[in-house]
């Protein structure tokens, strides 16, 4: 010890030897230092989930892969999905630690809690996304994210604002063979682009009410809830079956957005528009045309049976399809994990991608890049910026199919121009939910 009274380094190490050779036997758990394949916990992160269905249990069943995650909490308006989410997590850790909330401002106001998961119907995504952000949390959010082109824009200016992470659940951008055929396009190696093909559902919209049943207990499904921001309706089981799309009211973008969010998304990427998104939009029988300022041409082909036939298509590519167009040669890609090339001899620009099959459907790569960027605070690659593009281009290209007409859009203002019915429906009557 120095004179001063003051301990030296040695001092403190000498004095802590000696302490633990008289104290009980003490040690530090594995678990907690991050040996033995565990994850330190200064390392993890905790994880919600809002909303649990089909495609959540898709979703969380590759996050909970994921060394570094901890899923804390389920939340659903169902009773019956709630506790089939706690299920699925205590099984994966073998507990009975899962929490479970009917209101996710509840799961929110946890402050434990890093990220959430967002897997509710369209109508909650933005909202939900929202206040999760304003919460303090980063954000993964199933699309597509905005129920309207204002939603989209609000969500986005949300997560600039308060510097969350998001990561849009547009998953095949992180896809290796959707990622083959936009390097292909970027690479000049097609020609000069001149067309790109996305494919979607033919657009449909119903307005019609079904039935009033009556409606559950609250705590077995919180009805009000469920609808959040949508205008109220009576109860009815179908909606909350899932059977509630295609209604104005819960659905995004006349159904076009369902597959319009990732394909015309890719086509956005083929063209190195996603700070930007095209000028103009006309209807036709079978598809929207749109043109960028750059006078490339994107084609929305409507798809009557997209998981049969799909004319003009390459059948084994299967789902999802998309192809970007050059003067010297083509690529399509879909969800079988395969990519097609003209002429044979671009063939040689695909190395890398032998004996890769990954699905379209497969979230696994795009919850890593996720999750990465929460550690990192980078910025994800479907980050809020890009969603809010390739979201406003379908809500445009629907709109157009609406109103059946060509609509003519500013890109930098986000309104279309000369047009106050179709700028009347960039948002849409919504009850109070934040």
């Known amino acids: 010890m120095k ?35 565990k994850t330190a916990p200064s390392e993890r992160i905790t994880l919600g989930v809002i909303g649990f269905g089909p495609r959540c249990t898709y979703d969380l069943q590759a996050m909970l892969k994921l060394p570094e995650v901890q899923c804390l909490a389920i939340c659903d308006v169902q009773k019956s999905r709630r506790e089939a989410g706690k299920k699925l997590v205590d099984e994966h850790y073998q507990n009975k630690d899962c929490a479970v909330y009917r209101d996710f401002h509840e799961l929110l106001a946890r402050p434990d809690i890093d990220a959430v998961l967002i897997a509710t119907g369209d109508r909650w995504h933005a909202p939900a996304s929202m206040l999760a952000a304003q919460a303090g949390k980063d954000v993964y959010s199933e699309k597509p994210c905005g129920l309207t082109i204002a939603w989209c824009q609000a969500l986005d200016d949300t997560i600039r604002k308060t510097k969350r992470v998001f990561q849009a659940g547009t998953q095949r951008r992180s896809v290796a063979n959707f990622q083959a055929a936009v390097r292909l396009a970027h690479s000049g190696k097609l020609g000069k682009l001149h067309t790109l093909y996305a494919s979607v559902y033919t657009p449909q919209v119903q307005t019609a009410w079904l039935p009033g049943e009556p409606t559950p207990p609250r705590d077995v499904i919180d009805w009000d809830l469920w609808l959040g921001p949508a205008p109220w309706r009576p109860y009815n089981k179908a909606y909350v079956q899932g059977k509630w799309r295609g209604y104005w009211d819960f659905d995004s973008g006349a159904r076009l957005l369902d597959w319009g969010a990732h394909t015309v998304d890719l086509c956005q990427w083929a063209n190195n528009a996603d700070d930007t998104m095209p000028v103009e939009y006309e209807p036709s029988a079978t598809n929207v045309t749109a043109r960028y300022a750059n006078g490339v041409k994107l084609v929305l082909d409507f798809l009557k049976t997209p998981f049969q036939e799909r004319p003009g298509w390459v059948q084994s590519l299967g789902t999802c399809p998309v192809r970007f167009v050059g003067d010297e040669g083509w690529v399509e890609v879909g969800d079988s994990g395969g990519i097609e090339v003209h002429p044979a001899s671009l063939r040689g620009e695909l190395k890398g991608l032998e004996g890769k099959r990954e699905k379209g459907l497969d979230v696994s790569a795009h919850a890593r890049n996720f999750f990465d960027c929460v550690k990192s605070r980078g910025r994800p690659a479907a980050n809020s910026s890009v969603m809010r593009r390739s979201h406003i281009a379908c809500h445009a290209a629907a709109l157009s199919w609406l109103l059946n007409r060509k609509l003519r859009l500013d890109p930098v203002k986000e309104e279309f121009i000369g047009d106050d019915e179709a700028n009347g429906l960039r948002s849409l009557p919504s009850r109070k939910v934040l």
Do not use: M
């Open 3 to 37: 004179a001063s009274g003051t301990l030296t380094r040695r001092d403190l190490l000498r004095c802590s030897a000696a302490g633990a050779a008289l104290a009980a036997p003490w040690f530090v758990p594995a678990a907690a230092l991050g040996r033995d394949g």
